[in-house]
């Protein structure tokens, strides 16, 4: 009887140490909104750094004063190092809108992100033909967010990818638009309202790719416990002045054949690695801080711009 007692207790006290194990791992479960890397974008104006209303001496426009500057990118591609496969984050989840206005949206936060090393990043400014054809199907709710954020073009089907309006010349009275993105009429028959596809002008493609490769050739490190960061500059003194020179005051630059492909391929040169945090501690992503979602995967909040 005493042998059948203390097989009993050592039975319960064999499945309460199973019990406590299996606690231990569910406590050390990866949490669904754990972030697997993300990407800051820091804007400045040539050696300055970038806020909005304030004024910049730029090469070739004088004094500029910024009262909006938006952009946006898709189509993230993480290149592998050591062994481990190239990884591009669907379209719809690398979509984001960057917003001077809403500092939320200096951070894009990924997941989804196979465990391994990388040292490379690419991603596109703007949509691709490619999404673009596909139709607002494919597109899902990137139209939305482009629309909450004022990123569309309205009176036609597609995307704005910039947004850049202030004054220049040192005089607020000379003020500008610069809103930069594809345009024309496509084979699908979307583009430039009110024309038909043979009447209308080609379509004019100014999305770019853009690859950086990380510092000294550094890696981040994708794992159950890190958060590695990629720090990115934007230089929005690159948008009038780079492989091409812009004078503002010749006019507006909005829907135009010649000069809005000319900012496209500033833009391209604006983005630069600045430093990355290869293996930073792991956390979850932050809740949405209220100025709108840049990426339409987030929950969405009422959007005042």
Known sequence: ????????????????????????????????????????????????????????????????NITAL???????????SNGTADYTVPTQE????????????DYKYLTGIPDGTYNKISFRYGV??????????????????????????????????????????????NTFKVHNGSHGSSSTGHGTANKSVTDAPSRIDNSKLITLAFSNDADILVSDNTSPKVHLKIDVANIFNSTNL???????????????????????????VDHIHGTTAVFDIPENEGCGSANPNEETTEHDH
């Open 128 to 173: 691709s033909e490619e999404v673009f054809e596909l139709g607002t199907e494919a597109q899902g709710d990137m139209l939305v967010a482009a629309n909450e954020f004022g990123m569309n073009w309205g009176w036609t089907s597609g995307y704005q990818f910039l947004k850049y309006e202030g004054s220049y010349a040192g005089n607020a009275a």
């Open 70 to 80: 938006k952009y946006m990118i898709t189509d993230i591609t993480f290149y592998g």
């Open 1 to 64: 009887m005493k042998n059948f007692k203390f097989y009993l207790l050592a039975a319960f006290a064999a499945l309460n140490l199973i019990s406590c194990n299996d606690n231990d791992d569910a406590d050390e479960q990866v949490s669904e909104n754990k972030v697997d890397a993300y990407i800051q974008f820091e804007n400045v104006f040539s050696d300055h750094d970038f806020n909005l209303n304030h004024d910049y001496t730029s090469a070739n426009n004088g004094v500029l």
């Open 94 to 105: 690398s979509f984001h809108i960057i917003d001077a206005s809403c500092e939320a949206t």
């Open 246 to 272: 812009i004078d503002i005051s010749e006019g507006n630059i909005i829907i135009d054949a010649h000069k809005s492909p000319k900012v496209a391929t500033n833009v391209a040169t604006m983005f630069s």
